[in-house]
């Protein structure tokens, strides 16, 4: 009985303990040279549980590596994780803090505007007050760390047109008799930025028709706004199917997880029945794809000439 | 075994169920709650009361036409005296944040929709704690877990004779465990 009572007590004290302890506050403090700028590039991906997916993120950032900071303005780049893991935005901007940096190019490794690019992202680093991105951000545990350098947020990949490349590209990888066949992109979706999503999709289809002969296209969800579920896919497959014979499935996803890539979506292929056998479909991703990683480099370059152009006109 | 040692074993059955069951009631019930809630995510917001409100404001403004006064007339129509920012998420949207609260105005139609988050009474704090939202919970929590297995199993002794385990309780273990095992053959087959 003794012993219960102390199993009892000890997690009375813990839970005690817990609520004594304090979130914590580190704020790392550097002296900075006068009217010198140290740049850092954080290439900001949305994180996964799927080793493979982030293993491709920190892949970009090795492949643009050189090629930053090798330019000379650039000092250091790093990769962050929105959710799930570290390093997270608020670990790496108090490491960029630590070691003295005055600016960070925040590149957001996003396909196209979503609460997490629009709110999220800002949010953390403390440039906006999201009322619900500020309680998710609490609910899931992603701290939010307002950086003494100053922090710049680069345009979404979609601004840079590549996208449709890239489609076009792992399009006709799959293709073999492109007159019989549609083309079918599965993305991520977001619920309040739908009408940006579809736009995307449609300029992508767009672009596919006008650049092979692959006349059909049709696009589904696979993300929370299809409550991650394969019905979408099976959907957007036999939307193309009233049209074509054969379907090439293309996922619209920045790297590969193998929840989205071989559940969702390979459930959602094998949901059409015996016309899977009419379907095409590589488990691939956007990335790697050396387009991305030249506008990484572009985008981050142009960002720190700027910084560095507007600091030498405000020199005496 | 003696009867004796048996007596004892038994007392410490009982008491181990009935006080590690006083313990942990209030976290079975906050919990269990939480599960319901979080069960039913893709039918509702478990966490916030979001209440959204549809507006109309003038149509055919362009981005670079938005100056703080006219955001500040769109925010009036949705009851918001003041805003903290706007930004401009993409070509012909608006998006106006205030005190828990923002307003998302589509420029070309002049189709607002104004959403104000609340905490859900019970339910946020429940959800936080089952989801270890909390730093650290996650011991107490796999302490629980730990604790209610000891008080399922020990729950399986309290009584002896017709009503215990060996009498129709068992009848009763069987049909509880059939429940996942049919679910699980179920899976398997679809």
Redesign the interface.
């Known amino acids: 009985m003794k012993s219960i009572a102390s199993i009892l007590i000890i997690s009375a004290g813990l839970m005690a303990q817990l609520a004594c302890s304090s979130s914590s506050g580190e704020t790392a403090q550097t002296s900075r040279p006068a009217n010198s700028k140290k740049i850092g590039v954080l290439l900001v991906n949305h994180g996964s549980r799927s080793a493979t997916w982030r293993q491709a993120l920190l892949a970009l950032e090795e492949n643009v590596k050189d090629s930053l900071v090798g330019y000379g303005k650039i000092h250091g780049t790093k990769t962050a994780f929105m959710e799930y893991n570290e390093p997270s935005i608020a670990t790496r901007l108090k490491e960029f803090d630590a070691e003295g940096y005055t600016d960070v190019i925040i590149v957001p490794i996003f396909l196209t505007v979503s609460s997490h690019s629009f709110d999220d992202i800002p949010t953390i680093i403390g440039k906006k007050e999201d009322p619900q991105s500020l309680e998710t951000l609490k609910i899931e545990k992603i701290e939010r760390y307002t950086p003494q350098a100053a922090t710049q947020i680069a345009p979404l990949l979609d601004f840079s047109g590549m996208l449709k490349e890239n489609i076009l590209r792992r399009a006709l990888q799959l293709s073999k008799e492109p007159q019989k066949e549609g083309l079918v992109m599965i993305a991520y979706g977001d619920a309040t930025y739908m009408k940006e999503w579809s736009a995307l999709l449609h300029d992508v289809g767009a672009y596919v028709k006008q650049h092979s002969a692959i006349d059909a296209y049709s696009f589904g969800w696979c993300g929370h706004v299809a409550h991650y579920n394969p019905d979408s896919t099976t959907v957007a497959i036999k939307r193309v199917f009233t049209q074509k014979e054969k379907a090439l499935v293309v996922p619209v996803l920045v790297a590969h997880d193998e929840m989205f890539q071989v559940k969702i979506i390979g459930d959602g292929i094998a949901k059409t029945g015996k016309r899977q056998q009419d379907v095409a479909y590589v488990a691939d991703s956007i990335l790697p794809d050396k387009n991305i990683e030249r506008w990484v480099i572009r985008i981050a370059r142009e960002h720190a000439d700027k910084l560095v152009n507007n600091s030498q006109a405000q020199l005496p | 075994m003696s009867k004796k040692l048996s007596g004892r074993i038994r007392r ?1 059955n009982i ?2 169920h009935r ?2 069951g006083y ?1 942990f009631s209030s976290l079975i019930i906050i919990y269990s709650l939480s599960g319901i809630a979080l069960n039913h995510v ?1 039918e509702w917001n478990p ?2 009361i ?1 209440e959204k409100k549809e507006i109309q404001v003038p149509s055919g403004y362009l981005t670079n036409q938005l100056t703080p006064e006219l955001i500040t007339e769109f925010s009036k129509r949705a009851g918001e005296e003041k805003f ?2 706007y ?1 401009i ?2 070509e012909n949207r608006v ?1 106006i ?6 307003l ?1 105005i589509d420029l070309q139609t002049g189709e607002g929709l104004y ?1 104000k ?1 609340k ?1 859900r009474p019970v339910f946020y704090q429940s ?2 704690l089952h ?1 270890n ?5 996650k ?2 929590s796999d ?1 629980f877990g730990g604790f209610l297995i000891i008080i399922s199993i020990t729950g399986l002794f309290v009584l002896k004779g017709k009503n215990g385990i060996t009498g129709r309780g068992k009848w009763f273990i069987v049909a509880g465990f059939l429940l996942p095992i049919i679910a699980l053959i179920l899976h398997e087959l679809s």
Request: charge should be negative; glycine fraction near 2%; proline fraction near 3%.
């Open positions: 410490l008491i181990t006080d590690a313990f893709d966490d916030f979001i903290k920012v930004d998420p993409s998006k944040y205030y005190d828990n609260a923002s998302f959403e988050i905490r959800n936080v989801r939202s909390l730093k650290g919970w011991w107490v302490i």
